[in-house]
């Protein structure tokens, strides 16, 4: 199983960004995809995390503002950020559970400038 993220870049504050993690091999059922950022010097923080029954939670510091989806076969995750913050500024890793295991995809790199 592989998780392969895009979608990071550049982008003045105020501004917004779309990031895509797809998972791909042999996949049964993907249940939670999310995302988790850190940036230099702080731990890993979720941001956000879908469950295959459609329930979703989001870190306090981005509520309304960043919206998490899924394509309809339940092996994309998508996350959606507006209204981007200097403080967003991270590397963004997705994760896709099977099962009892966690897989991750290799991060993609999020930074907003002021």
């Known amino acids: 199983v592989q998780l392969q993220a895009s979608g990071g870049g550049l982008v003045q504050a105020g501004g917004s960004l779309r990031l895509s993690c797809a998972a791909s091999?042999?996949?049964?059922?993907?249940?939670?995809m999310g995302w988790y950022r850190q940036a230099p010097g702080k731990q890993r923080e979720l941001v956000a995390a879908?469950?295959?029954?459609?329930?979703?939670n989001y870190a306090d510091s981005v509520k309304g503002r960043f919206t998490i989806s899924r394509d309809n076969a339940g092996n994309t995750v998508y996350l959606d950020m507006n209204s981007l913050k200097p403080e967003d500024t991270a590397m963004y890793y997705c994760?896709?559970?099977?099962?009892?295991?966690?897989?991750w995809g290799q991060g993609t790199q999020v930074t907003v400038s002021s």
């Open positions: 091999g042999t996949i049964f059922s993907v249940s939670t």
């Open positions: 879908d469950t295959s029954g459609g329930s979703t």
């Open positions: 994760f896709g559970r099977i099962g009892p295991r966690d897989y």
